[in-house]
C-alpha cells in the first residue's frame, strides 16, 4: 500500500490549503483513513479521520476550520484546511489502517508553516 501526500506550504494566519492524499488501491478497502500532523518537537497528534462506516471525527483543536473529504474514483483523501493559525504548522501524515491485517500505513508527510 502507498499512500502520496501532497499540498503543503507557507500560508499566512487565516489562510487555506489543501492537503491530498492517494492512495494506491481503493479508498474503501480500509478501515479508516485520516490525517495525522507533527509540529517540531512534539509527538505527532491525530488531526481527523473517516472510518469505512461513513463516520468522521475531527480534533477539538481543529473542529470547525477543517474538513475531511474523499474522492472515490480517484482513491484520493483531502483535508480541506481554513482559517490556519501558526500552532497549525507540523508535517502532516495521511494514515490508512487495513481491516484484514490491522495494519496502519502511512503517506510520507507534507509540511504546512502557517507564518506571517
Known amino acids: 500500500v502507498q499512500l502520496q501526500a501532497s499540498g503543503g506550504g507557507l500560508v499566512q494566519p487565516g489562510g487555506s490549503l489543501r492537503l491530498s492524499c492517494a492512495a494506491s488501491r481503493s479508498i474503501f478497502s480500509f478501515n479508516a483513513l485520516g490525517w495525522y500532523r507533527q509540529a517540531p518537537g512534539k509527538q505527532r497528534e491525530w488531526v481527523a479521520s473517516?472510518?469505512?462506516?461513513?463516520?468522521?471525527d475531527y480534533a477539538d483543536s481543529v473542529k470547525g476550520r477543517f474538513t475531511i473529504s474523499r474522492d472515490k474514483p480517484k482513491n484520493t483523501v483531502y483535508l480541506q484546511m481554513t482559517n490556519l493559525k501558526p500552532e497549525d504548522t507540523a508535517v502532516y501524515y495521511c494514515?490508512?489502517?487495513?481491516?484484514?491485517?490491522?495494519?496502519?500505513?502511512w503517506g510520507q508527510g507534507t509540511l504546512v508553516t502557517v507564518s506571517s
Open positions: 473517516f472510518t469505512s462506516g461513513g463516520r468522521f
Open positions: 494514515n490508512a489502517v487495513d481491516p484484514d491485517s490491522g495494519n496502519a500505513y
